[in-house]
């Protein structure tokens, strides 16, 4: 593929990245008053996000399969065509069920990007591949740490409909791009030669390094997403501070420190190895959620340097995967990417489980066991790592 065609999938793929995070991040404001305006339970909104993290799942394995069938780009496009209806659901419907149904959209929207863009940084991110993998995820946390702020101000001139109505256009835009550009493909003879990018996610399925990297990963992405989540509630219900401004402010910055990190951490995780800068910030996240849930409201300074640690366990994670299947990197971290995926859904039920069973300061304060998890996970993976694939170089 030509200069240009490759600078052009470069500019997709960091403004489609831009555009996931600020939609994404829009529930740290829109959650809480979903919740308050249609009166439902703690338990209520725990099924909720987890009915759409399963959705995110789901599409996830549909992506899979539509990009051995299909190829990256298709996919890709029917991502932007579920965002664009969910937005139009979200702003013109009414009852709880509908507005989740386009939410929910909203997220199989993600399965389709996750998926797709996964495959094709793993195309054109040859060398250096944590180093990118980190930048690619910095527009990410730039999309992040805006949209709260955003979302914040719209929701309180009008009302948290308008933030999703504000995002339609930006998903217009960026989708003619890629429409426009040429797509790289999964060669067929390829697949030959790679037994698992034949036989799928079944092959992939089977492998004990999938699972591996999978659970470490889905861990790690529930500890990021705790803070979207469920931080506004807890702020709300536990401290009476308001999600439009106070939790606004909340997301975004933990968002501006996830970004921060993941535009300069690539170099150090590049120089530090990547098992070990994992690590780091394991424990370092662990002793952050420690110290802001013991100062109770004042946590609220604190717990967004959360952002700067939890940044790096997505590309890095991956990263490493990658380096470990190598060829078949596309289809194996697709697996680990789904089953990770229904994990968070899981645990993202738990938390909204643990908010009603024991009270609303204790789903969010979970992401205190499941950070100790994470480490476990960790020392279980790295060895796995050098049992399967003998001391890398890198770790």
């Known amino acids: 593929m030509n200069k240009p065609k490759t600078v052009m999938l470069y500019i997709i793929l960091f403004s489609t990245m831009f555009l996931f995070g600020f939609v994404e991040n829009v529930k740290g404001v829109s959650y809480p008053l979903i919740k308050t305006e249609f009166g439902i339970s703690y338990e209520q909104q725990g099924v909720m996000v987890s009915i759409l993290s399963i959705g995110y799942v789901l599409f996830s394995i549909l992506g899979g399969i539509l990009i051995g069938r299909l190829g990256i780009k298709k996919p890709f496009l029917m991502g932007f065509a579920l965002m664009t209806i969910a937005f139009l659901g979200a702003f013109f419907l009414h009852r709880f069920f509908l507005v989740a149904v386009s939410l929910f959209l909203i997220l199989a929207s993600f399965g389709l990007f996750e998926l797709s863009i996964n495959a094709l940084a793993t195309r054109i991110f040859t060398v250096k591949t944590a180093l990118f993998f980190n930048l690619l995820h910095f527009f990410y946390g730039a999309g992040s740490a805006v949209s709260p702020l955003v979302a914040g101000r719209i929701a309180s001139a009008l009302s948290w409909r308008y933030a999703y109505l504000f995002c339609l256009p930006f998903a217009l835009l960026f989708c003619i791009p890629s429409i426009l550009t040429p797509f790289p493909k999964i060669e067929t003879d390829e697949k030959i030669k790679n037994p698992a990018m034949t036989s799928g996610f079944l092959t992939a399925l089977k492998t004990p390094m999938v699972w591996a990297f999978a659970i470490t990963l889905g861990l790690m992405v529930s500890v990021e997403l705790s803070s979207s989540n469920w931080s506004g509630l807890y702020f709300q219900d536990v401290y009476n501070l308001d999600p439009k401004t106070s939790g606004a402010v909340f997301i975004s910055n933990f968002y501006i420190l996830f970004t921060v990190s993941r535009l300069f951490a690539g170099f150090i995780i590049e120089k530090t190895g990547y098992f ?84 609303p300061a204790w789903g969010y304060r979970s992401a205190l066991f499941y950070s100790v998890l994470i480490i476990a996970a960790l020392f279980i993976l790295v060895k796995s790592y050098r049992r399967f694939n003998g001391q890398a170089s890198n770790s």
């Open 276 to 359: 070990r800068s994992l690590f780091f910030a394991s424990f370092a996240a662990l002793v952050i959620l420690v110290i802001g849930f013991s100062l109770g409201a004042k946590g609220i300074y604190v717990l967004p340097v959360l952002g700067f640690f939890v940044a790096i366990y997505w590309p890095t994670l991956l990263a490493t995967a990658a380096g470990y299947f190598k060829n078949e990197a596309p289809v194996m971290t697709s697996a680990v990417i789904v089953i990770a995926g229904t994990l968070n859904s899981v645990i993202q039920f738990m938390m909204g489980l643990t908010n009603r069973l024991i009270g």
